[in-house]
């Protein structure tokens, strides 16, 4: 999928070369549009302090310039992000409200196990800069070397290794693809379930569970005392880069790799508000594409471990809506835990 | 294990820079008004103020936030000793006897007892955090879910049947408690109790169903009075019996050191946290009391079991921020987001690099324990001026503070609605005689306990014999027996007395 979101970008920079004639005499007609007249909004469907609040609050100052208008933060965490976008589909589509949002895979989540009444086409990505990815790992004190000696534990028996996960997530879809994949019975391994990620991290360094299957990212301020023994994901990481990735793994075990992107991002507007209003969705994209490119943006969000990769609408909905399909397609997985 | 020369840089980063002071009574101060209010929680108090520390240096804006911290772990008891509301979810339990207290006119007693009981906490948490903080962590890393369900399982046992008028009425308030508490997903996520309510998918919101359940049941049960205090000679406001309660913190040492003790140690613990550590500090002093029964009355000990607890989970909650990164709660969520927005990664290879910009905030919140105590008397001797005011004024403008605080907590309806329907369950239990107080404990208990159980008995593939892999846990569960066994043994002796007593008495 990484491979995907590399070569669309590419065309994606093209296109946006060809348009940048369009691009310098936006700021005329924004003006002539008088949109936005008001401050922005940018909703965040979590709690202070997490990833996408600080993404919003970093991104915000720099948006503010591009719009000549305030650009506030407000939270609205719960329920898996079913309130926030719930909350969301109620305003009017005005342009005054963007979301950050991590979009895969909470969208597609909170419509697969939480029955939320919205559908994942509702949403239009705008760009999603920030990937997180699952990551098999283990507490240094467990001695476990390496991803080879789980396969092979778990295959003579099931029961002889712990597995931490979060129930309803990615981990979870790309750990029983694994364990199918590796022709292990996931119904008799002790499988135990954490209500999100800061707690199965405790679990995985704590050694409480033998092996977590978690987003990587979180893992790195306690990272030396966690072995990582597999990335889910075709493409070395920075955060990691002697980790063994799914692919390599794969295709020394002969099966096919298929996983899901943890986390995928970014900027969400809705799919409705871009139909009914093209300018001013024209006016946002050209905002957040702007802000996200501002060499000081890149280097203040840089030192604070925030991406600001532009991908663009066509490739960030591309990975959104491929990555939902996935979920869609393996959402028997995500019912038993 | 202490590093003299990052302790002497820490000192010096401290002297040498006036705004790293400039915050800390701003930050007390934001921290009382708010953990006052009730509904608005310790964490939503720095979640308010994170913004404004964004524009101050590191080390400021972590000292605002920390003061902030320390305040609000304060502020939370002063409407649960006057009102009978805990303005935060840490200060449950001191409405228990601090309400009590202010009935009888010992209001300025039981917030001067708080005040001391907190600044004391706070105080030794941080000396501990000072020189064990890197054991502690690694104690408490290995706190998993089995040694976790099992203090729970102590704090259910411990206060269960608070407060009611039989063990019975006890037991059925604390169930509906546990109830109430496991609605919403629940670890392994499956739905349970939602009744399609999107808004009960994380679970009843607990402080507005705990205010509305704390609240109704006693702001009716002053339908007739007309002051919370009743006599008039009482009503007074003094420094010197703010100072008095202090006094009767010094003369429970015990009570005091127990107290803190289990905060620190509760408050490190990922996922439990200080309203656990105040109900479990609460529970083990009333078992280990001479004469348990004047609990619940207007017994000081409880106010400073209750309080040193709940302020010392700060110290421990900070030892496992600042040593391994993981936030044990709300609080150090967002002191770690705060860390975050400037740059710096909060965890060990922080804490190792770092040193004295550790050292200087664990020095900076040493001073503020004893600028609390300053802030924090002139905040109560301002705040305890409402047993002056008539009640026909206070309960509707409580009503209206708390209506308004769950909404601010919920950010929508659902909040004032669970008030609402709580305070509803909460005049009918207590006009039959259920006590609330167990409502309460179970709400707070029964998710943790349910969870980590859950976990338990997944970690253990079904096996349950597997338990005894985890001595601490079962440990745990001996001395509750144990001790447990001891104070009914002591309870039947002493009612065994009163009988023979009785039997003398009506003899003659």
Redo the contacts between chains.
């Keep these: 999928m990484t491979k995907h979101i590399e070569a669309i970008s590419r065309r994606q920079a093209l296109m946006l070369a060809a348009g940048a004639g369009a691009a310098l005499a936006a700021p005329g007609i924004a003006r002539a549009q008088s949109f936005p007249e008001r401050p922005v909004t940018l909703l965040v469907p979590f709690?202070?302090?997490?990833y996408n609040?600080?993404l919003a609050?970093?991104m915000a100052p720099f948006l503010q310039k591009q719009l000549g208008q305030p650009v506030t933060?407000m939270?609205?965490p719960?329920?898996?992000t079913?309130?926030g976008n719930?909350f969301y589909m109620q305003q009017p589509d005005d342009g005054y409200m963007m979301m950050v949002h991590s979009a895969g895979p909470y969208i597609p989540l909170s419509i697969l196990?939480?029955n939320?009444r919205y559908k994942a086409e509702d949403f239009h990505m705008i760009n999603l800069p920030s990937r997180d990815l699952t990551l098999a790992a283990s507490a240094t004190s467990k001695g476990i070397n390496s991803i080879d000696e789980v396969v092979t534990r778990l295959k003579a028996d099931p029961?002889s290794l712990?597995i931490g996960v979060q129930?309803?997530s990615a981990d979870l879809i790309n750990m029983a693809l694994f364990m199918q994949a590796h022709g292990i019975d996931r119904s008799k391994v002790?499988?135990?379930?954490?209500?999100g990620g800061?707690?199965a991290?405790?679990?995985t360094?704590?050694?409480?569970?033998d092996v977590g299957f978690v987003g990587g990212e979180g893992f790195?301020?306690?990272k030396?005392?966690i072995k990582p023994l597999l990335m889910f994901s075709d493409e070395k990481s920075t955060d990691y880069p002697d980790v063994p990735l799914l692919t390599d793994h794969a295709r020394a075990a002969g099966f096919q790799p298929q996983s899901v992107d943890g986390s995928q991002r970014g900027f969400v507007v809705l799919k409705r508000f871009v139909e009914a209003q093209p300018e001013r969705y024209r006016i946002l994209l050209q905002a957040v594409e702007r802000a996200t490119k501002d060499p000081e943006c890149v280097s203040t969000l840089a030192?604070?471990?925030l991406a600001t990769t532009w991908y663009g609408p066509e490739a960030s909905n591309r990975a959104y809506l491929a990555s939902a399909a996935l979920m869609a397609q393996y959402a028997d997985l995500?019912k038993q835990? | 294990m202490i590093d003299f020369p990052a302790f002497g840089s820490a000192v010096a980063m401290l002297a040498g820079s006036p705004s790293a002071w400039i915050w800390v009574v701003p930050g007390l101060l934001i921290g009382l008004v708010f953990g006052a209010l009730p509904g608005i929680s310790v964490s939503m108090a720095m979640a308010l103020v994170l913004p404004a520390s964004l524009y101050m240096d590191f080390l400021p804006a972590i000292i605002f936030l920390t003061s902030v911290y320390t305040g609000a772990g304060f502020g939370g008891s002063i409407p649960a000793v006057l009102i009978n509301i805990p303005g935060t979810s840490s200060a449950v339990a001191t409405t228990f006897d601090g309400y009590p207290m202010a009935r009888k006119g010992q209001h300025s007693e039981a917030l001067g007892a708080a005040l001391f009981a907190s600044c004391i906490g706070v105080l030794i948490s941080y000396i501990v955090l000072f020189v064990l903080v890197q054991p502690l962590a690694e104690i408490v890393l290995r706190i998993g879910p089995y040694e976790m369900a099992a203090i729970g399982i102590w704090g259910l046992v411990l206060l269960g049947s608070i407060g009611g008028s039989s063990v019975a009425k006890g037991l059925f308030a604390a169930a509906i408690g546990v109830l109430c508490g496991t609605v919403g997903m629940n670890t392994a996520g499956y739905m349970r109790g939602d009744m399609g309510i999107s808004w009960l998918l994380d679970g009843v919101p607990t402080i507005p169903a705990m205010v509305g359940l704390l609240a109704a049941s006693q702001l009716f049960a002053l339908v007739n009075a007309k002051f919370i205090v009743e006599a008039e000679e009482h009503r007074t406001i003094s420094l010197r019996r703010i100072l008095d309660g202090g006094v009767m913190v010094l003369r429970h040492p015990v009570t005091l050191l127990r107290g803190t003790a289990i905060g620190i140690f509760v408050g490190a613990v990922p996922g439990i946290g200080s309203s656990i550590a105040n109900l479990i500090s609460y529970g083990e002093t009333r078992r280990a009391s001479k004469d348990p029964d004047s609990f619940g009355k207007g017994n000081p000990e409880g106010v400073i079991a209750a309080e040193s607890a709940n302020s010392s989970s700060e110290g421990g909650s900070m030892a496992t921020m600042l040593a391994l990164g993981i936030p044990g709660g709300g609080a150090t969520a967002i002191l770690l987001a705060a860390f975050a927005m400037h740059n710096v990664i909060g965890g060990p290879r922080f804490m190792e690099q770092n040193r004295d910009i550790v050292y200087a905030i664990i020095l900076s919140n040493f001073a503020q324990a004893f600028v609390l105590l300053l802030v924090g008397g002139a905040f109560v001797f301002v705040a305890s001026t409402i047993v002056r005011l008539p009640l026909r004024y206070l309960i509707p403008s409580v009503l209206v503070m708390s209506t308004m605080g769950a909404f601010a907590i919920e950010g929508s309806i659902a909040g004032p609605l669970t008030l609402l329907v709580f305070a509803v369950l909460g005049w009918l239990m207590s006009r039959y005689g259920f006590p609330v107080a167990a409502v309460v404990v179970g709400l707070l208990l029964g998710k943790l306990i349910e969870t980590e159980m859950l976990r338990a008995w997944q970690l253990a593939g079904g096996d349950a014999m597997y338990v005894f892999e985890h001595p601490v846990a079962v440990g745990i569960i001996v001395v509750m027996f144990v001790s447990l066994g001891l104070s009914v043994r002591r309870d039947l002796r002493r009612r065994a007395a009163l009988k023979a007593q009785a039997v003398v008495v009506s003899a003659d």
């Design positions: 709690a202070t302090g997490g609040d600080r609050r970093a933060v939270n609205r719960g329920g898996g079913v309130l719930t196990t939480r939320a029961r712990s129930p309803a002790r499988v135990v379930t954490y209500d800061g707690p991290r405790t679990a360094a704590g050694g409480h569970v790195l301020p306690i030396d005392r030192n604070q471990q995500l835990a």
